[in-house]
Every structure is written in C-alpha cells, then in structure tokens.
C-alpha cells in the first residue's frame, strides 16, 4: 500500500513538472510575441526627440507608454500621446524642445497585440497617410485616440467593427476654413457603421468633414444605447438640426455642435431628454425664440448659445427649475 502511494505521488511529481514547463514555455512565447510586435511597431516610427529610448531590453511592461496585464504579461495600454502638443516655449523632461512628434508608418504589427484595450496617439504627426485600416480588427479596443494626428482622407468603415469600444476620437484639424471655403482633412462619406459601436460612450470627432452624411448623422447617434457625449464641433454641417423619429438619448449628457452651419429654430426635442448636462450650439445661425421648456431641464449646467439669431427672456429662464445651471451664455 505504501509503494502504491509512493509511486502515485511520484506520477503526480512528473505530471505537475511538465505542466508548469509547458506554462512557463507558453508564457515565455507570448512575452517574445508581444515584444516583437512592439518593436516593429517602433521600426516603423519616426522619433527625433528619443521619447522611445526606454523602448530596449526584455522587459517591455516598464516600456515609457506601454502597459500590461498582471501576471501574464500581455500589453493591454499603449498611450504615446504627444505630452507637448504646442509650440510652446517650455522647459520640460524633454529640455527645450516643443514639438514631441511622432510621425512615420503605423505598423500592422499592432494587430498582433490581442488584448490591446487601450490605444491614444493623438497629438503626433502622421501627415499624409489614412487611418489604418486594421485598426478597424483590434476587437478588444475599448479606448482609442486618433485626435489631432494629421491623417488624412476617409474614416475606415470598419472601425464599426469595435463593439466593445466605448471612447472614440477621431478629431481632425482644418487644412483650411473661411466664410466661402471649408477643408478637413478627414471626411466620413456613410457614417451608418457607426451604429454597431453599441458600447461607445464618447464620441469626438471635431473639424472632420460630415456635409456628405446629410441628416443621417442625428440618427446613428440616436441608436447608441451607452452614449454619453458627442462632440461634432465645426463638421460642416448645415441645414437645419435634425429631429429623430424617436427620442432615444437616456443617457446623453453633453453635445457639442457649434460653428456648424445649423440654419433652423431650436431642435424642441432636445427638452425630451432630462439627462443633458451640457449643451453648445454657438456660432451656428439658429434663429426664433429661445424655448423656456430649456429652463425645465433638471440637470442642465452649461448652455451655450453665443452666436446665434436667437431671442428670449434670460429672467424667465431662470426663474424655471434650473438648479445647477453654472454657465449661461
């Protein structure tokens, strides 16, 4: 009987051995595949100033920017967002320099990362080249920034893909603006794939070009049960500002459509939603009477409506059930 005990216990020994190595080898793959991927994410970059410089070595989770699952060493952050955007003159940890840009080619080796959650590289220089089509693969992304980057061209349909997305900034900058003439560098022709982001609760996409979208853009946006907020500063749009067939927002807190070319009365449908903390339609040209069924918006506290054709009582606004109203303009 103790022999019999003595040889189990010895089976188990070699069974357990062999399933810690054959662990430990799995991980130790991983850790050289993600690597990898991370380095010829860098080969592609063009980095002036070495903000990459920690970017060397086997231990990439303290890589400047990168992130990592506890224990399994899976990359789940990347955040290079350029910290010095402006040309400022500041002394900061880089020494004199402004401009932290970085530019060059987006590796398709990214793709590779499969629990990637994170991804922010906004505020750098990739002029000239489109948004990447396999971004629109990266099924895991629940954060992703592309603000202020210099792409160019249309946004990638599927970026509709993401369904677990729920923070998306695509905001381009204007290559050219006046009274006459619009230019952005970015363009959505067809924004209906934008309903299957079903997570999104943050959408910015400022000064990129939506006149092609037409009335279709009010919605899309009306059929993402999670949004919260949307930003479509300076997009182009005109017209008037679209009803949709029913008011579906339960959750949208902040909008922001100002300097469009909204030529129409105050949208009455946005009293239906009790849950708007923020609003700013400045510098569009609306015009009639301010409705006082704004001043029963309970949770209302900033409103911005500079720059319009609007006409009101502000007094009697304010004698309605506004509570919380911190900014009137």
Request: hydrophobic fraction near 40%; proline fraction near 4%; include cysteine.
């Amino acid at each position: 009987m103790e022999r019999i005990l003595v040889f189990i216990l010895v089976i188990l020994y070699f069974i357990s051995t062999e399933i810690a190595c054959n662990g430990h080898t799995h991980i130790n793959n991983n850790v050289q595949y993600e690597q990898k991927a991370l380095i010829d994410f860098k080969n592609g970059l063009t980095d002036p100033n070495n903000r990459l410089s920690s970017w060397k070595g086997n231990n990439y989770c303290y890589w400047h920017g990168i992130g990592c699952e506890n224990g399994t060493g899976f990359v789940v952050s990347i955040d290079l967002r350029n910290p010095y955007p402006y040309p400022y003159p500041l002394e900061n940890e880089y020494g004199n320099q402004s401009y932290m840009n970085l530019s060059g080619v987006i590796s398709h080796s990214l793709i590779k990362l499969k629990y990637l959650k994170y991804l922010d590289l906004s505020f750098n220089s990739f002029k000239a080249i489109t948004i990447p089509q396999f971004f629109g693969s990266m099924k895991n992304l629940i954060y992703l920034n592309l603000s202020h980057c210099g792409f160019i061209g249309e946004i990638p349909s599927n970026l509709g893909n993401l369904s677990n997305l729920q923070y998306l900034d695509f905001s381009s900058d204007l290559s050219y603006y006046n009274a006459f003439e619009y230019s952005s560098n970015l363009f959505i022709e067809n924004i209906e794939w934008m309903t299957s982001l079903v997570s999104l609760k943050h959408l910015s996409a400022n000064s990129v070009n939506l006149s092609m979208v037409g009335s279709q853009w009010i919605e899309v946006l009306n059929k993402l049960p999670m949004l919260i907020e949307f930003h479509l500063h300076n997009c182009n749009l005109f017209k008037s500002i679209p009803s949709p067939s029913f008011v579906n927002f339960t959750s949208l807190s902040v909008i922001v459509i100002s300097s469009n070319r909204f030529n129409s009365t105050f949208p009455e449908w946005l009293l239906n939603v009790s849950s708007l903390v923020s609003i700013d339609m400045s510098w569009n040209i609306l015009h009639g009477k301010i409705p006082l069924g704004l001043g029963e918006l309970p949770n209302l506290q900033h409103l911005d409506l500079y720059g319009n054709y609007l006409e009101g009582s502000i007094s009697q606004l304010l004698r309605k059930s506004w509570k919380k109203i911190e900014f009137l303009n």
